[in-house]
């Protein structure tokens, strides 16, 4: 793919997804769900290990979402993305190595290291998705949106294989056990994401624009914004509708993505079945979100996602009590697989046109607020639904399908204010 003169900064801001995803995937989405269960919240009940890692992500959500506005719109007054997205880079990389030294049995201590490492992933991701406007030209936006997520795909699928070799087979890597060799997995997530970082910290720059000089000034125009963004945001219906539908859906999204592993291993699927639907997960959503990025120039975005989201409804309203099998959970992670990377890189891009260029920062602010707001109400969801079943005294595996059905409802909602929204006629205009 040929992008022009800035293609240095393009496919340097790209590979920040190839560098953050293996947290994504190893950390967030694969061992720590599974490995908190099982070693730090050992001999409680799964229900009780569910509701933990529920609510620890719903306040990791939380903290993210308070801060991503505010942030944001003191980023945008100050110039300040690439320094707010080095330091919060380095609060989650460090998070992410401090995993490795926490003894067996300290749920509390493990759940509050990983919610400060999420919220490192999570703010940086903010300032990385305000670059997009910097590196990408308006009719450019959906494809280097795409393959920025179809290398975060790719990348950490690779570094994936590695990991499950580590714990399928540690005496290969000089590795007592098991245990010992997913805090080493944890270890190489964290190098990962630092080193593959380097390129967006030293090719990738803001355009230039004026700067208000001084911390005071800084902090006054930051909030200054914060509430010109908010007023303007709450005026815009188009963009209103978008961001509610994005708030709903992008729920169920990311938490599928967060609560998989433990799903699967509530309802007996076996850890290696799981990490085997998470890798195949990975290696379809690589050429399936340039594929989608593609079709978006002859569909449109909108279409796109509102497709993706229809098949997430079947994803999570069927898939929650089809499944029986460690192949029924290998089919269904194929077919999320293929929507995946589509619905939240287009969900970007489409974004990214409704707003004002010399505002990214302090839209996309709320943009993430919107996403990690959402990611409270979906942990929290499964994590009530496992807490009430559990003291009905049902079984924990009708718990944990009830929670993950439950959220079809978001991805309906999200889907109906959804077919609402407008697409903008710059992007009208792009795609006749």
């Known amino acids: 793919m040929n992008f022009g003169e800035n293609k240095k900064a393009v496919w340097s801001w790209c590979f920040y997804d190839w560098a953050n995803s293996a947290f994504a995937l190893t950390v967030m989405a694969a061992f720590f769900p599974g490995f908190f269960k099982e070693y730090w919240s050992s001999g409680v009940e799964s229900a009780i290990s569910t509701m933990r890692l529920g609510f620890g992500n719903a306040f990791a959500g939380l903290c993210v979402a308070v801060l991503s506005p505010v942030l944001g719109a003191i980023a945008g007054a100050g110039r300040a993305k690439k320094q707010f997205l080095t330091f919060f880079i380095c609060v989650g990389i460090i998070m992410t190595v401090g995993l490795f030294f926490i003894p067996k049995g300290e749920w509390f201590v493990a759940i509050s290291v990983f919610i400060f490492a999420r919220i490192g992933f999570n703010l940086a991701n903010l300032f990385y998705d305000a670059f997009l406007v910097d590196v990408a030209e308006l009719e450019q936006r959906d494809m280097v949106s795409s393959w920025g997520y179809a290398l975060g795909y790719l990348g950490c699928g690779i570094l994936f294989i590695l990991n499950l070799l580590m714990y399928k087979k540690p005496a290969l890597f000089g590795l007592n056990d098991s245990a010992t060799a997913i805090r080493y997995i944890f270890l190489s997530a964290a190098l990962w994401w630092l080193l593959f970082s380097i390129p967006i910290l030293f090719f990738v720059h803001e355009r230039k624009r004026k ?222």
């Open 211 to 432: 700067i208000y000089e001084g911390i005071s000034a800084i902090l006054a125009k930051g909030f200054q914004k914060l509430g010109k963004t908010a007023k303007t945001i709450s005026s815009d219906k188009n963009l209103l509708l978008f961001l509610i539908a994005y708030w709903c859906y992008i729920d169920g999204v990311h938490t599928v993505v967060m609560m998989c592993t433990d799903f699967g291993l509530s309802i007996g699927i076996s850890f290696g079945t799981l990490m085997v639907a998470l890798l195949c997960v990975q290696f379809i959503a690589f050429p399936s979100a340039i594929i989608f990025g593609l079709i978006s120039r002859r569909i449109g975005a909108k279409n796109v996602i509102i497709s993706a989201v229809v098949i997430y409804i079947f994803i999570t309203m069927g898939g929650a009590w089809i499944l029986r099998t460690g192949m029924h959970f290998i089919l269904f992670a194929c077919l999320t697989g293929t929507v995946q990377g589509a619905i939240q890189a287009l969900s970007r891009s489409f974004y990214s046109k409704m707003i004002p260029h010399d505002k990214s920062s302090e839209y996309f602010g709320f943009y993430n607020m919107v996403g990690r707001f959402a990611i409270i109400l979906g942990p929290t969801i499964v994590a009530l639904s496992n807490l009430v079943v559990h003291s009905l005294g049902l079984k924990a595996q009708i718990a944990s399908r009830s929670g993950i059905s439950a959220l079809a409802i978001l991805f309906i909602i999200g889907w109906i204010v959804l077919l609402k929204v407008k697409v903008p006629a710059t992007v009208s205009i792009e795609n006749s």
